[in-house]
């Protein structure tokens, strides 16, 4: 019943639209980058030996223990591409409103890290040695955006090419940040320290997690230039820019194979389900707020934000319906004598 109402009220919405001033239909893609200045700080997987008891997500750093290195990673999600459809209404030549749903896919941000453990010799258990353990993180994301706007164009009745100018909220519906991690150690580590609990690691480990968005608000903004050849079709050009920052819900680890053996369900539910919070207490689920923490529900964190803004470029489409244009369409040209 529920989707039959909302498909009859999409169609007298379409209807209406159709016998007003203009109806649009726009499809455009494009490409973008992260935006001007000092991009913000990415976050990824907390990878310690030093406490390898406790998880998060903080800072990505290309870390290096043997030379001293700590680099912290800087770029944006909102880096790569997007799709974009949306429909409006020209309220005049002048100014229309619109609503878009836009799809990103993200570049990947990687980063690599090095760390030092001493621990006993293989050879001479008595003798400290250094170990090492190698880390490579991707990230990534992509999802869904509902952005309503307004745009201005700079145009007179009949003009075929004027330049516009649009601004606009993000809202994002949909989607995921992944991280993936590939972590290496050498035999002599692994066998010594890595095959107990709480580190469950081998020779070879890969690791993914994916967090998921709660409720963020963002702006955009584009200027641009349209051609209209004919009533019915205009193509345009535009760059475009937005601020966003996603603020995070929950994370999960969906997998941890080490050496092929599974290790999700030796880590438990604490260990690789994540629920964020805005603030932690003596009341939260957290192993250190809480000595009376339940290792059977997911750990409570404090909440990660990601940082979507971006600056590019899109080109496109634009398909005008309106009664004046249809009558137009069903007119035929007069025949000679």
């Known amino acids: 019943m529920k ?15 159709a016998h007003a001033q203009e109806f649009v239909l726009s499809l455009n893609g494009g490409y973008a980058w992260p935006g001007i200045g000092t991009p913000e700080n990415v976050m990824g997987p907390k990878i310690d030996p030093y406490s390898p008891e406790t998880d998060g997500l903080i800072n990505l750093a290309n870390l290096n223990d043997s030379i001293k290195l700590n680099k912290p990673v800087h770029g944006s999600y909102g880096k790569g591409g997007n799709l974009t459809f949306s429909f409006g209404y020209l309220i005049n030549p002048y100014f229309g409103v619109g609503l878009g749903i836009s799809y990103l896919h993200s570049a990947s941000v990687t980063c690599d890290q090095i760390r030092q453990l001493t621990g006993p010799g293989s050879a001479l258990p008595s003798v400290q040695t250094n170990y090492y353990l190698n880390a490579n993180i991707s990230t990534n994301a992509y999802g869904l955006s509902i952005m309503p706007s307004v745009t201005i164009n700079g145009c007179k009745p009949g003009w075929k090419v004027y330049p516009y100018a649009r601004v606009g909220i993000t809202l994002p519906v949909w989607g995921k940040v992944i991280h993936n991690v590939h972590i290496s150690a050498d035999s002599a580590f692994a066998k010594a320290l890595l095959d107990k609990a709480p580190y469950f690691l081998g020779h070879n480990t890969d690791v993914r997690l994916e967090t998921e968005s709660t409720i963020s608000v963002g702006i955009n903004g584009a200027v641009g230039v349209c051609y209209r050849p004919i009533p019915l079709i205009s193509v345009f050009a535009e760059i ?25 369900p030796a880590r438990g539910v604490y260990r690789t389900q994540f629920n964020f919070v805005d603030k932690l207490t003596g009341e939260s689920n957290n192993a250190e707020y809480n000595s009376n923490y339940d290792a059977s529900k997911p750990k409570d964190d404090t909440r990660p934000v990601a940082p979507f803004s971006n600056i590019g470029f899109n080109v496109g489409v634009n398909f005008y319906l309106s009664k004046t244009i249809l009558q137009a369409k069903k007119k035929k040209p007069t025949q000679k004598a």
């Open 240 to 264: 475009n820019g937005q601020y966003l920052n996603v603020r995070a819900k929950s994370a999960t680890i969906t997998k941890w194979d080490a050496d092929g053996v599974d290790q999700i």
């Open 3 to 17: 989707k039959h109402f909302l498909a009859t009220l999409l169609f007298f919405t379409i209807l209406n639209f």
